[in-house]
């Protein structure tokens, strides 16, 4: 059983919208920091936003700041990555992680060794 599975991706116009869920299984509990990643074509894993075990605590990098938001549903196991205002640049494999511990230094931090991944949605964003 795949402990984290995302869903959601697909394809977009550029300035259109789309919102990834993952949902949690297994050993993942609700006491576990969450995060999304992303893989473009020929470029590294780089991490897109994090939430701490509560929802009450968000991280964000650059890219994603006023334009995704990362929240969960703690009684659906669900977590979600609203992303507005997409640009092509945004297009990538998007991945689901959950860390060990409850905060999101756990994730942002974290040694992808140390993380748990779900097998990702593909998001393509056209011009």
């Known amino acids: ?31 576990n ?35 995704f938001t990362i929240s969960r549903d703690n009684a659906k196991s669900t977590v979600y990555l609203q992303m507005s205002n997409l640009k092509p640049e945004d297009s990538a494999v998007y991945y689901c992680a959950a860390a060990r511990s409850g905060e999101t230094t756990a994730i942002v931090q974290a040694l992808p060794d140390n993380l748990t991944w779900g097998r990702g949605t593909q998001v393509t964003v056209s011009a």
């Open 1 to 31: 059983q795949v402990p984290l599975v995302e869903s959601g991706g697909g394809l977009v116009q550029a300035g259109g919208s789309l919102r990834l869920s993952c949902t949690a299984s297994g050993r993942t509990s609700s006491t």
């Open 33 to 67: 920091a969450m995060g999304w990643f992303r893989q473009a074509p020929g470029k590294e894993r780089e991490f897109v936003a994090a939430i701490n075990w509560s929802g009450h605590n968000t991280y964000y990098t650059d890219h994603a700041k006023g334009r």
